[in-house]
Each structure stands twice: as structure tokens, then as C-alpha cells.
Nanobody, 116 residues
Framework: QVQLVESGGGLVQAGGSLRLSCAASRSRFSTNNMGWYRQAPGKQRELVAVITSVGTTTYADSVKGRFTISRDNAKKTVYLQMNSLKPEDTADYYC??????????WGKGTLVTVSS
């Protein structure tokens, strides 16, 4: 079973930056599509960014130009660089791994709080 551990969340002022990391274990990491999702209080979980096994990236419109997803297959880690943060980016951020067979795994999340 794949285990995902997120880190890097915290409190930052609007306009600031954070980099989230998601380390995967027990995984053929390079073959997985990896994604970041977020869930704000009282809202549904939503896609932030996805990177496929071959490096193709997709972003939510709300974060395009500000966030960058990347992966290091040797370290079995996916990153989310978040710049120009806004208060509306405040949420729990979750890492998701999607195996080629369709199996999905989630991390437990890391909290990002952006103050105005």
C-alpha cells in the first residue's frame, strides 16, 4: 500500500510563498500520476494541480501562473511551489497518488493558512 506524507504547510502572509512536499513510500512512484488537492472549511475538495508519470501538468484556473507542481522520481517526492499566495488559498492541502491500475491513495494533508 502506498503511503503519502505531506509537509511544508504553515502560516504565511498574503503575497508570500510556500513549498509543499509529498513523500511516497512503498510505491512504484515513477509510474503514478500525482496530484495536489485542497479543501477549505465548508467546501468540497478541489483539484489544485496534477503531474502525470511523463511530466504533463494540469492546473486549476485559480492557481495558474502562481503554483508549480513538480516531481523527483529518485526521491519519490512531488512538490507544489506556491507563490503570490492569497487568503483564498487557505485550506488543507492533500497529496494524491493514482496508480496505473486505477488505485488511488491520499495523504493526511497539511494546512496552509494565508493571512491578509
Amino acid at each position: 500500500q502506498v503511503q503519502l506524507v505531506e509537509s511544508g504547510g504553515g502560516l504565511v502572509q498574503a503575497g508570500g510563498s510556500l513549498r509543499l512536499s509529498c513523500a511516497a513510500s512503498r510505491s512504484r512512484f515513477s509510474t503514478n500520476n500525482m496530484g495536489w488537492y485542497r479543501q477549505a472549511p465548508g467546501k468540497q475538495r478541489e483539484l489544485v494541480a496534477v503531474i502525470t508519470s511523463v511530466g504533463t501538468t494540469t492546473y486549476a484556473d485559480s492557481v495558474k501562473g502562481r503554483f508549480t507542481i513538480s516531481r523527483d522520481n529518485a526521491k519519490k517526492t512531488v512538490y507544489l511551489q506556491m507563490n503570490s499566495l492569497k487568503p483564498e488559498d487557505t485550506a488543507d492541502y492533500y497529496c494524491k497518488a493514482s496508480r496505473p491500475d486505477g488505485t488511488v491513495y491520499w495523504g493526511k494533508g497539511t494546512l496552509v493558512t494565508v493571512s491578509s
